[in-house]
C-alpha cells in the first residue's frame, strides 16, 4: 500500500549531538517532500520542501534533508541540536495523482524528537 | 505567527451542544483544509474546500458540518459529538487545491482549536 514512514517513534538526544530522522515513502514518479515541526502546544510549521533540483534542501534552524530517489528516502538532518528542538517532526508528502494520491498531502506518522541538557 | 488564524483556541462542550470551528486566512488560497490531531498522532484529513465549493469528504460523520461563506472563511459545525471527537482541529490553506497541476501540497497551518467533549 501507498505510504509514508517515520521508523523512529521516539528519539531522545544530548544538547550537541547530531540528528538524523529517517521518512521513507512507497509513491512512484514525482512526489514533493516536507518535513513539519510541531513544538509542544503550537501549531505545525513548515521546516523545508523538496520539490525539485538540489536533492539536499536547507530549511529553518540549521535543519537539512536529502532526497535519495532510488531509496524513495527524505531523512531530515541536523549536525548539533539544541534542548529547543524538542518536538514532534512530521515528514509529509503529496503523491502523484496518478497514484490516487489526487495530491492530498500525507503525513508519516512522526518522530517524538527529545533533547536533554 | 501563522496567517491562517483559528478561533477558539479551546473548547469545551458537551455532547448534546451545538458549537462551531472558525479559521480565515488572508493569503489569497483558493483552497482550505480541515485536519483532525489526536495526541502524538499525525493530522488526518477530514475535509478540503475549493474555489469555496466541498471537493473532498474524507467519510466524516454528519456530526461534523462544514461550511466555506468566502474564499477565506472556513467553519466547522459541531453538533451531537462524542468524547472520542476530542481532538485538536487544525485548520489550512493552500495556493491551489488538491488535483490542481500547480499544487505542491504545501499547506500553510493555523494553530488549531483543541476540542474537549464531555
Known amino acids: 500500500a501507498q505510504s509514508v514512514s517515520q521508523h523512529n517513534h521516539h528519539v531522545i538526544l544530548s544538547e550537541a549531538a547530531s540528528l538524523e530522522l529517517g521518512c521513507n515513502y512507497s509513491y512512484g514518479g514525482t512526489v514533493n517532500l516536507f518535513w513539519y515541526v510541531q513544538y509542544p502546544g503550537q501549531h505545525l510549521q513548515l521546516l523545508l520542501k523538496?520539490?525539485?533540483?538540489?536533492?539536499l534542501v536547507k530549511g529553518i534552524k540549521g535543519f537539512e534533508a536529502e532526497f535519495i530517489k532510488s531509496k524513495f528516502s527524505f531523512n531530515l538532518r541536523k549536525p548539533s541540536v539544541q534542548w529547543s528542538d524538542t518536538a514532534e517532526y512530521f515528514c509529509?508528502?503529496?503523491?502523484?495523482?496518478?497514484?490516487?494520491?489526487?495530491?492530498?498531502?500525507?503525513f508519516g506518522t512522526g518522530t517524538q524528537l527529545k533533547v536533554e541538557l | 505567527d501563522t496567517e491562517v488564524t483559528q478561533t477558539p483556541k479551546h473548547l469545551v462542550m458537551g455532547m448534546t451542544n451545538k458549537k462551531s470551528l472558525k479559521c480565515e486566512q488572508h493569503?489569497?488560497?483558493?483552497?482550505m483544509y480541515w485536519y483532525k490531531q489526536k495526541a502524538k498522532k499525525p493530522p488526518e484529513l477530514m475535509f478540503v474546500?475549493?474555489?469555496?465549493?466541498?471537493?473532498i469528504n474524507e467519510s466524516v460523520p454528519s456530526r461534523f458540518s462544514p461550511e466555506c461563506p468566502n474564499s477565506s472563511l472556513l467553519n466547522l459545525h459541531l453538533h451531537a459529538l462524542q468524547p472520542e471527537d476530542s481532538a485538536l482541529y487544525l485548520c489550512?490553506?493552500?495556493?491551489?487545491?488538491?488535483?490542481?497541476?500547480?499544487?505542491?501540497?504545501?499547506?500553510?497551518f493555523g494553530e488549531g482549536s483543541r476540542l474537549t467533549v464531555l
Open positions: 474546500y475549493s474555489y469555496e465549493k466541498l471537493s
Open positions: 493569503m489569497g488560497h483558493r483552497a
Open positions: 489550512a490553506s493552500s495556493p491551489g487545491p488538491p488535483g490542481f497541476a500547480a499544487n505542491t501540497g504545501e499547506l500553510f
Open positions: 509529509a508528502v503529496n503523491p502523484p495523482p496518478i497514484t490516487g494520491g489526487g495530491n492530498k498531502l500525507t
Open positions: 523538496y520539490f525539485s533540483g538540489d536533492p
